[in-house]
């Protein structure tokens, strides 16, 4: 599998932007998709997942409300939309595949393909 973000940038405060993740190498359908971000000194954390066909979804509290994943399975393509977007949700975003869950996982340690990660930069 083979996974490429893409659509970050610099936005302010309030902003919205939306990210792909185009995959490649295997039937898209036959994973779960997650995003995760990464600031500066910190940890990796959970953003959002969804399931193989779409129908589950799930958010980290702190998005809850302001992100929506989805995902277009013709198009071998997954997205992460953002609203409201505030100073906090600076990170490098990355989106990997979780083979062996049909709904995804909140850890970062159960997906088994990484994307090389988009930077967000929310001014305020």
């Known amino acids: 599998v083979q996974l490429q973000a893409y659509g970050g940038g610099l936005v302010q405060a309030g902003g919205s932007l939306r990210l792909s993740c185009a995959a490649s190498?295997?039937?898209?359908?036959?994973?779960?998709t997650g995003w995760f971000r990464q600031a500066p000194g910190k940890e990796r954390e959970f953003v959002a997942a969804?399931?193989?066909?779409?129908?589950?979804?799930y958010y980290a509290d702190s998005v809850k409300g302001r992100f929506t994943i989805s995902r277009d399975n013709a198009k071998n393509t997954a997205y992460l939309q953002m609203n409201s977007l505030k100073p906090e949700d600076t990170a490098v975003y990355y989106c990997?595949?979780?083979?062996?869950?049909?709904?995804?996982?909140?850890?970062?340690?159960?997906?088994?393909?990484w994307g090389q990660g988009t930077q967000i930069t929310v001014s305020s």
């Open positions: 990997a595949a979780d083979t062996k869950y049909y709904s995804g996982s909140y850890s970062y340690q159960e997906y088994d393909y």
């Open positions: 190498g295997r039937t898209f359908s036959s994973y779960a």
């Open positions: 969804i399931s193989r066909s779409g129908g589950s979804t």
